[in-house]
């Protein structure tokens, strides 16, 4: 089955820092991939996704690039905002199930 | 307004009480999901349903189970035989064959 890795939080920025969230996958053929955020006591929204290889998704000043050569879908924002500390899931989904395998979640603080 | 709501979101209960958190849709999608959500775990999910009269179980299905009787309810019962059910339950939606999902605010669970 599809594995998705993210690196471990907490991720702790100034404001306006650039922000970078890894995620790596394995997967069989060629998945479709995504970015969820969780804002405290909330549920997960969907901030981006790319279903190619090359594909960029982008929302809200983030952006992923889909990198298949080295399995690959980090998320990047330049400049980041308080508003933006949250939970931050990778995802990934193929093999007609159409059920995605989830990362384990990287939490993200944005100090003012 | 179209979405998905949960109810409710605090619920406490007695060691030994089957609980069930309600989901309840409006997006006229076929597929409803539960996952549970517990600290630095990210998500797992419990069981999915992709038809009416249909689900199938997740990767922890073990101490709950559903039901799928109308297209827009997907009730989970959470029983005392799950061993540790206090957690974080979300539930999502999606179309079937379609790529993201759409999530519940969440319930949170507390047993004592």
């Known amino acids: 089955g599809n594995s998705v890795t993210q690196m471990e939080g907490p991720v702790t920025l100034s404001e306006e820092a650039f922000l970078t969230i890894n995620c790596t996958y394995t997967?069989?053929?060629?998945?479709?991939l995504f970015w969820y955020v969780q804002y405290p006591g909330e549920g997960l929204q969907l901030l981006l996704k790319?279903?190619?290889?090359?594909d960029k998704g982008s929302n809200k000043g983030f952006e992923a690039t889909y990198r298949k050569e080295t399995t690959s879908f980090h998320l990047e924002k330049g400049s980041v905002q308080v508003s933006d500390s949250a939970v931050y899931f990778c995802?990934?989904?193929?093999?007609?199930?159409?059920?995605?395998?989830f990362g384990r979640g990287t939490s993200l603080i944005v100090h003012p | 307004d179209g979405g998905i709501t949960q109810s409710p979101k605090y619920l406490f209960r007695k060691e030994g009480q089957n609980v069930t958190l309600s989901c309840e849709q409006n997006l006229n999608h076929d597929a409803m999901y539960w996952y549970r959500q517990d600290p630095g775990q990210g998500l797992r999910l419990i069981y999915y349903?992709?038809?009416?009269?249909?689900?199938q179980k997740g990767d922890i299905a073990e101490g709950y189970s559903v039901s799928r009787e109308k297209k827009e309810s997907f009730p989970l019962t959470v029983t005392s035989a799950q061993k540790n059910p206090t957690a974080f339950y979300l539930c999502a939606s999606s179309i079937v064959g379609g790529q993201e999902q759409y999530f519940g605010p969440g319930t949170r669970l507390t047993v004592t």
């Open positions: 997967a069989t053929g060629y998945p479709s």
């Open positions: 790319a279903t190619k290889a090359d």
């Open positions: 349903s992709q038809i009416v009269n249909d689900f």
């Open positions: 995802a990934a989904e193929s093999g007609g199930s159409y059920i995605p395998t």
